[in-house]
């Protein structure tokens, strides 16, 4: 390794800290923080993004990498930390201070205007600070990258690679079948969501929650369950990556499928170790959000909701449902966890139609960004696309255009993810499952930890090293497709809903 | 108020940021870290320790110090705070930073080996550690106050203004009457301790804890009660002043007591505010260790083992206890709590023997800082005095002089803020007796708001604006004087015992 790398790792893990210390107020302050202390941790967040980011611009950084690309004898490890730090670096650096401390605040102000317009369901208060938010990351992208279209660099800081044309064209491919499959299962009859009123405890819950993070090898020495207002998955420092839920007592799927979710996440982060000089640097981050997100649907989707995982696991739950779960059979609940209804809301959405709710936002963004949608034609503009894609008209905005956060805090480009997650997990699921044909029948007898080792190997301990696009070819032998995707829902749904 | 005041508070402010961000870390690491986040955890806090160093030592505060003290116009407050920064910036860089390291490295190598020197019953093992705290706290002393005698300097730090001969002064008398009482309590009948096997559930014990903290008007939405191994207070924050109890089933009177005593800290840290102005500053933190633990001490045992208390709270209890409290009645369970028997264990002790646990630790100290008592001889020298002060022999060194974490780390001079906690308590609690005649009254009523608020307004709200003499002689009209806890000590247990 070069001095100059060692003094780069050096730098990098002071400034991870500082990331993890922040992780942790933030952590505390959903899940135990005591009501009126949240505006001296506003000023302690504030003082730690401050010194985070003179960490991060830290002239030395450049020097270094200045100083490393000119050499032909890096590692591939070191060529990788490179890549992924200067990207980091030139993202830091390129935006002036006054622009940085304008945005801040423009969000912030946009966010709590946002959320004050949701409750009354008043878009046009809200109108003047999203298009205020749409010129800003016009700005951002120019500061970033100004030869690229602006909409392409927002995309490309959570999914590096990807640009509108790229996402555009695996998004008409996943349209058309999801479109299709929803089509085939409307015409079927609808199942019956049979957990839809059982009462279960939130202690009961947090049993069930206990037993699925087990039974996925969530290791529970290097993290938490918690409760909190939205379920969330945030690592603390690689050996303290915590999850929580939320307890709804007439609905406890809701918990348990939101704690294999996030125990997906979190499995994801605990397995990163692409090389043990890199440890605590950037090369040992996750890859990027798809990626993540790819790692939290299979477990949840693919393996959480599969016949094969409850045929192992359904005594257990049963056994903790007690009484109330009298009435459900394993055959029953499969069915139900599976039930695909179109609907107005993206976090409800089934695993069918979540794809059409991510669309929706892409397309709605796209037209943002290249000029063809104005903001104020956003209200009229979601109920066309929300009709045309999903058949489902929403009552008010409330429930329409202004049902998510990400807009007004500025994160265009983010959506695509959730939907890419999707298709990463099924294409990594179709090879594991021709390198381990028998991988069904494991799980159906307790074995997901063949699961676990094959995403571990193949997945997980990279970290950064490759990019997603090398990633996922390295790992199937293909660039993503989406008719992995494809395959898995037309088989599993044609199973359930008899089409 | 002069721009140099208003800049030294800005700094300040930051330096208090960092503290409490170290707060809510540690607190973490206390209640819900997962064990194998230790690692990360512990360079998580250098970081901060280092940050919160480097603000410390800025040479601007030195600067701005230097032209406030040539002033003669500072305001009382502006005058307070120049002195309180003073001493904590003298503190920190009187201190060389070779030998800053150098101490905590031995104090961390020497704490561990502590550890495992009690678990062995091993004096042996931890006695050059013990050797090398004593040589490094003389050597401390020397860089703070070369002209002072070194365990001076060194108790000054725990608690300012004081010294050896200060505290031998009140000591000797405090010992004469605690032995004098002891012997009368042990000519009478023993009281039976009804408490004692008791089973109540960790779930029941923490509603008998939020019972009580309601009772003392801890604020539930600037603070929050958890678990840990060893309770503590900590400050994450103005607002978020957290507190921990433990429990143990067969016996719920001491996580009831813990709590109040708790609770008692808490409500000090609550009520601190001496001026707007200087709010997140050092004028705004509590003036010492001894005042409070008066604080702590006067909630948990004059207030918290009263009669009085109980007349209101008893049957609350009860109802909270279910059948497993039936065996109990009031006049019972307040004699049970009471009850005075001499004990090894300094922490486990009662109202009465417990200063004479400190005052052997004290003399104790006196005497390796002077010289007469070499470090070899520490373990005879502890069952001497015990057996003189208290009649007991400890069977083995780890439940004697290896029994307390304090020295190992180099704490020489805390223990005496321990006793001196009793005796400011029952100063202020009699001059709060003279100024609310009916206080016992009122609070058989219900009403410990009385209490709370007479100190808010006498000790609290000052925080560090007056040194620990000043406070007491502006509170109580006098200087500290032992004779009030002698009284109150008197008085509560010749009518408990009978004598």
């Given at each position: 390794m070069h001095k100059e790398t060692a003094r780069l790792i050096e730098l990098d893990r002071e400034h991870s800290l500082v990331v993890h210390i922040g992780a942790i107020l933030g952590w505390d302050q959903e899940?135990?923080?005591?009501?009126?202390?949240i505006e001296e941790r506003a000023s302690q967040l504030a003082l730690l993004e401050g010194l985070a980011h003179q960490k991060a611009v830290n002239p030395e950084i450049g020097e270094l990498l200045s100083a490393l690309e000119?050499?032909?004898?890096?590692?591939d490890d070191e060529k990788a930390y490179v890549r992924v730090v200067r990207r980091d670096y030139d993202r830091e650096t390129k935006l002036p201070e006054s622009f940085v401390t304008e945005y801040a605040k423009a969000a912030s102000i946009s966010q709590a205007t946002w959320a004050e317009a949701k409750r009354n369901n008043d878009f046009k208060a809200f109108e003047s600070h999203l298009a205020r938010m749409v010129e800003l990351n016009r700005r951002r992208a120019a500061y970033l990258?100004?030869?690229?279209k602006p909409y392409d660099v927002l995309l490309d800081l959570y999914e590096p690679g990807s640009t509108q044309e790229s996402i555009a064209a695996v998004f008409s491919k996943m349209k058309a079948y999801l479109v299709d499959i929803l089509g085939k299962i409307r015409s079927r009859p609808q199942i019956e969501d049979r957990c839809e009123g059982l009462r279960v405890s939130p202690k009961t819950q947090e049993l069930i929650s206990g037993y699925c993070m087990k039974a996925l090898h969530y290791e529970r020495d290097r993290g938490r369950l918690d409760v909190s207002a939205h379920p969330f998955t945030t690592t603390l420092g690689a050996d303290d990556v915590r999850i929580t839920t939320r307890y709804i007592e007439d609905y406890f799927p809701s918990s348990l499928f939101s704690t294999i979710h996030e125990s997906g996440h979190a499995l994801y982060e605990m397995g990163i170790d692409p090389n043990p000089e890199f440890r605590g640097t950037k090369l040992a981050e996750a890859v990027s959000m798809a990626v993540h997100e790819s790692q939290s649907r299979l477990w949840e989707n693919i393996v959480g909701r599969s016949h094969a995982f409850w045929e192992r696991n359904f005594s257990a739950l049963s056994a903790l449902l007690?009484?109330?779960?009298?009435?459900?059979?394993l055959a029953g609940f499969v069915k139900s966890v599976n039930r695909v209804s179109p609907s107005l809301i993206r976090t409800e959405a089934d695993e069918v139609t979540y794809g059409l709710h991510v669309i929706a936002r892409f397309e709605l963004e796209s037209a943002l960004f290249d000029g063809s949608l104005s903001v104020g034609d956003m209200p009229a503009a979601w109920q066309t696309k929300y009709r045309d894609l999903l058949g489902v008209e929403a009552p008010d905005d409330r429930q329409g255009c202004l049902q998510d956060v990400h807009w007004s805090m500025g994160?265009?480009?983010?959506?695509?993810s959730y939907a890419l997650g999707n298709l990463y997990g099924a294409q990594f699921w179709a090879t594991l499952k021709k390198e381990v044909p028998d991988i069904e029948a494991r799980v159906a007898e307790g074995d997901t930890l063949s699961v676990l080792k094959w995403l571990r190997a193949n997945v997980h301990v990279h970290g950064s090293r490759y990019t997603p696009g090398e990633l996922i070819e390295k790992v199937t032998g293909k660039p993503l497709d989406p008719v992995w995707f494809e395959r898995y829902l037309r088989e599993k749904y044609s199973r359930i809903y008899g089409f």
């Open positions: 899940t135990y923080m005591p009501p009126k202390a000119t050499k032909n004898d890096l590692s990258n100004p030869k690229a007690g009484e109330e779960g009298d009435s459900l059979d994160a265009f480009g983010y959506f695509p």
